[in-house]
């Protein structure tokens, strides 16, 4: 058997025994990562020339998993989806799937390292659950330890280990290119119809005393225009003065006809007060992902609501759903804890939202106060 040799470089402090947090961490990380190569290649023995990401990914994928164990406030660069937003929404023609030979990678630490690290978290975290990604990806581990695993192998084992079908999740995050972008393109509200006259003739008068204003009878109001049936009173007749949204005897005698067909479990539906919102997403980007909606309610409340990504077997590229709950919703958030990787967030949440930026003030020449690092600058403060 042969032993790998591991070699760290850097991370070396000052001459005063100081030393910066880039240079903390980056060991940190050095130490972490190649210590988990004893695993990936070294023992799941995939060929590094042919498939890069099958030990690079996959290490930088415990990498990650290694540092949140060691701190939770630990920076963690690749596996969080958020961090591998810009290499994904960048120039197509700079870019390849991660299927691809060794030597032809383009950007090869986001490609080989970063994208298939996030893939493998999206996995654990958003698609398959962490109980079922844990036990397939050991199963990978076990099955191939010492043996010659190739992509295929590890696709199959995350399957038939898990009995989940990501054939799509393959296609699109190791096959292709595409970027994940959804649109949260409409929400319609809808309310169920309660045939009750006091309600909906109420609901009728109120819409279209909502209504925007006609410009044209406006500017006839301001000039005081004198009509015909305000200055005749032989112009009026019934229907002048008739008032459509008023509730008759007659209007309430047919509600009372139509509750008495209904069934029980009819009337208790009707009684629900139930809030319809049918939502439209459009997926812009290409790529297939889950959906995950915040709802907020009107009392400040949340409802989150996962869909897996088998919902785009129904349609592409836009699916419609709708959510029935107990109390007026105010705002929808689609992917609220950015765990898709989703490019453009201006079209994430209804009513639209802001997306906070910030404009620097920019210097042509950016003269640092001091070059030390915050040791050194802590040191110097208590002296
Ligand atoms: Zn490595």
Redesign the pocket.
Known sequence: MEYPMICFNGGRPEKDGTYDEGTRNGMISVII?EVG?NFFPMIINSDERQWTWMD?GL?TFVQYLTEKEYDSNYPCQRGPARNIVDYMKGDKSKMCPIMTNSESIYQFGNNAYGKPATGLNILRETIMGRELFDYAFKEYSRRWAFRHPTPDDFFRTMEDASGVDLDWFWRGWFYGTDHCDMNLKEVKAFRLNTHNPEIEKQFDRSQKANKPKDVSLEKDRKENLETQVKSDPDMRDFYTTFDPYEVTTLDKKEYEEYLAKLSDDEKKLMQSGKFFYQVTVENKGGLIMPLVFDLQFKDGSHQEIRIPAEIWKRSEPEVTKVFSVNQEVVSISLDPWLETADVELSNNNWPAKVVPSRFELFKESRQGPSRENPMQRAKRANN
């Open positions: 990562h190569h690079e290490n």
